[in-house]
């Protein structure tokens, strides 16, 4: 064997040694995980003790529950407000790019959200928002009559929307212009100078310059936030509506809490989750091909 | 070589400190020293009741020297969450607090079965309350928890603001027709009738519907255990009928649904705000509360609404037992656990823990010398029937909720859908 083959297995050997703890720990704490949920959704489990074998009994029962299709429903609408929850920051970002006066200050300020954190601003805004809260108050100082009846997230028809436009569009904007704003740094001047000469106007540049010069970055936020709305709502549903009213703010991720913790049917539990894990799967595969792409422009 | 023997030792290092996170403190380090019991409650953090657990730890201290309590307040919101992962985990306290509901009894092949430590002592506690402790419901056997509260449901009332509304408080407001004469009077007054807390989980609609099915179900309310009473009997229907002209006539306030139940709208009741409260008999929210706060003489008491359509009158809804403390089966330290709970609930301790809480302590031995506490406890020792949520699915208890918001608070379903829609739900979770 020669001296270039050997040294060649011996770097192989020593890369999985070193790569061996975190193969452990993925082994450990991911693979582990979903293949055992895989199995407790086929059975009847409280989430301790022994664990009895029902066979599709849970997936059988998810399709019956309303809870289920409510939803599915749901994450269906807060997904169609992720257009507007990308387009919103971009045009800030862009807007501040040019140079807008005292923009430090609104930077700031449309960053904030984002310092929060979920639990912080769903619970604030279940103060703002309730029947004895400021927005009542303001709104009755200017004039509303029975600004207590409005009531955004105590119908059905609205609680969902405003759940919508605080997550989705509210909560991600700050995160979302620092990110674009750092995008359009690396944008060459001198294509807008450019352009400027050629007579387009601000829409133009925006749409034919900045919109394709970071188009990766733009649907890496896109995957981004896809994975915001599926799998990480739960603290701020939580403490901003707990699914309510009926179930017209419940997310797959909200009933796998109240399923697998509140009523100790981890098995149940579990058939929500091999759902959640099929659609942030296709997100995954997703951002695998953003991520392919983004390697290929560069 | 050296160098993947140096991997090699760098590999068996990182796994032995991840096995080493994993491993249990060894129960030997303890055995040389005094008796160590540790004890997860709910309530410990909580200002009055916190307080009273407090000083019955140090009155239980004195008294056994040998004896160190590691005590330790976890959060109210996710206790069963964190418990449940305390005993999948094995690794589990000697003594925990707990409610006498379905949430405890899903884990009650983990519980100690307490039957042979507590023959000396069992007939201090009234049957009511030890069967609320048994896991399978019968005073008699498989006493799980001992309980340090009776717990109930019903309803107080301010005299005082009900006079200023020109209603008699000596006439029998517990009848359903001059229960509604009263809120009209008091919404006249300007006064609002039923002050009621439905913000994030509606227990203001969850607490009046105990009390008032009650009278519409008496002891068969223990068949919505086994599916034997059903949501779509007339009792329930009705029932809810009741409940729903409390909002269409707007006795409960608008601003009731978003307002928390928890600590929000009992404060307001104690500030004297409105005409009727449903409240419960222990933990907070009861005669004490509302006594200290407007004055016991303005303080009036009643278990339930008599309606014509109900079978029963003046019937209390009671859990017979709402706290209590279970030990672990797997402790080591079962002897001096029991003990501890002994002297919880008798002597010193369980007198501290009445006068102090106002909660209703379940020992029959115990002075009672408050008019306002013994009314509550004449109705809980002689009139109780079984508590309607207790008897519920836990899972099923949280969507049951969901349903309350639609057709009492955003007014969306009809009650035919209503009920249609919880007997379904209901039938799910059997």
Redesign the interface.
Known sequence: MSKKRLMKQ?EE??AF??L??LL??MLVFTVYPVLANFFYSMTKW????AAEWVGFQNYA?MF????FWHSLKNLGVLILYIPAGVFIPLLIAAILRDGLKGWTFFRSVIYLPTILGYVILGTLF?IIL????PMVEVLSFLGVQDA??I?L????RSAIHTVAVIFVIFSKMGFGCIYFLSAMSGIDSGMYDAAGIDGAGWWQKFFHITVPSISFSIQFFLVLSFIEVFARMYSFIYTLT??????AT?TLEFGIY??G?????MGYASSWAVVLFFFCSLIAAAQIQVLKKGDQLS | MKKGFTLLLLLVFCTSMLIAGGQNESDAAASDGPVKLTIWDFKYSEEIVGSALKDMDSLYLAANPTVELEHIAQPHDNYYEILAAAVGSGRVPDVIMAHTDQRIWNMDEFLLNLDPYIADWKDNISDSAWAACSSTGDSSENIKIVPLTAQGLGIYYNKANLAKAGVDAGSDLSEWETFLEACEKLNNAGIPPVVMGNGGQPFGIDFAYRTILANFYGPELAGFRDGTANFTDEAFVEASRMMKTLFTKGYVVTENSTMPYFMDAIELYKSGEGGFFFGLTSDIAHWKDFGDAFGYENLGYMPSINADAAPYRDRQSSQGAGIGFAVMKDSKNIETAVDFLYEYVHGDSANLFLNRTGAIVPNKNLPIDNESLATVVNYMSNNAVPDFYVQLDAGFGAEMYNYFQLFFLADEISLNKYIESLQKAYEMNL
């Not at chain 1, 409280?46 to 003790?49: I, L």
């Open positions: 011996q050997r020593d040694i070193l061996a703890p452990l720990l409280k989430g301790f003790g029962r019956q529950d309303v809870k279940s309730s029947q004895t809260g207590n009846t009531n997230l105590g119908k059905s707990y699914g309510g009213p009926g179930f419940f109240r399923q913790f509140q009523a100790f049917k």
